[in-house]
Nanobody, 115 residues
Framework: QVQLVESGGGLVQAGGSLRLSCAAS????????LAWYRQAPGKQRELVAA???????NYADSVKGRFTISRDNAKNTVYLQMNSLKPEDTAVYYC?????????WGQGTQVTVSS
């Protein structure tokens, strides 16, 4: 059974930084694509960043230049480094592991950015 456990969320002032982590178990981590999504109150869940098994990355326009997604296959962990945080980055952040015909989600971690 695949499990994804996020950590690293919290309260930070605008302009600050946080690093989110997502540890995976129950799957061959290195062959999967991974992504971070977020959902703010009253809004739809949106893609923030994704990284392929080969390390290719893509980002939402709203976070380009501020956020960096990375993966450590030896630790079965994906990270999201978030710099220059803005109040509009406030949301619950979810880790996603996906492939052909499957998709798994973590429980989410709250990120709150105060102005």
């Amino acid at each position: 059974q695949v499990q994804l456990v996020e950590s690293g969320g919290g309260l930070v002032q605008a302009g600050g930084s946080l690093r989110l982590s997502c540890a995976a178990s129950g799957t061959l981590f290195s062959i999967n694509a991974l992504a971070w999504y977020r959902q703010a109150p009253g809004k739809q869940r949106e893609l923030v960043a994704a990284i392929s098994s080969g390390g290719s990355r893509n980002y939402a326009d709203s976070v380009k230049g501020r956020f960096t997604i990375s993966r450590d296959n030896a630790k079965n962990t994906v990270y999201l480094q978030m710099n220059s945080l803005k109040p509009e980055d406030t949301a619950v952040y979810y880790c996603n592991l996906w492939g052909a015909g499957y998709s798994y989600w973590g429980q989410g971690t709250q990120v709150t950015v105060s102005s």
